[in-house]
């Protein structure tokens, strides 16, 4: 077994995978099994997203300045996919991170939508920020943790 970064699918798999094939973000999660199929994935409830404050929208996202969406628990620096169950205003991009970590830029699509996100860090919170003017996002709650596959 391999030492990270290098033991990652995108690194493995990278002079025979195309472009795109493992990405930072995804509004359909899957996964590689054992068996050496690609499969469909979940998210396991390592920790949540905590309701938010407003009751019309959860957490509001909207506007450079990060908000700061508190989980149920504290998480490890390690690699995690977090799913952000979101209502959108418009199609757009968001940044997303840890309260200790690296930000991964994510697509939102106009409506009511999921989408999974692949962050590493650690911390108590999730920072969202909008990258686009005028895109207002309401995210709800969600799992973080390891992405699995039922048998």
Known sequence: MGVYPE???????S???PTGTFAT???HLRMIANTGEIVEAAVGWNRGIRPGPDPDCG???HGATPT???LDGPMVDNEWTTQLNYLANRDGHIAVAFEYGQWVTAPVRQG???VFVRV???GNTLRISSLAPGLE???GSGPVGVAYHDN
């Open 59 to 61: 957490h509001r996202i």
């Open 68 to 70: 700061l969406v508190p």
């Open 137 to 139: 996002v309401c995210v």
């Open 15 to 17: 002079s025979i995978a």
């Open 120 to 122: 590493i860090g650690s």
């Open 7 to 13: 033991n990652l699918n995108s690194r493995v798999f």
């Open 112 to 114: 009511l939508n999921t």
């Open 25 to 27: 973000s995804t509004p």
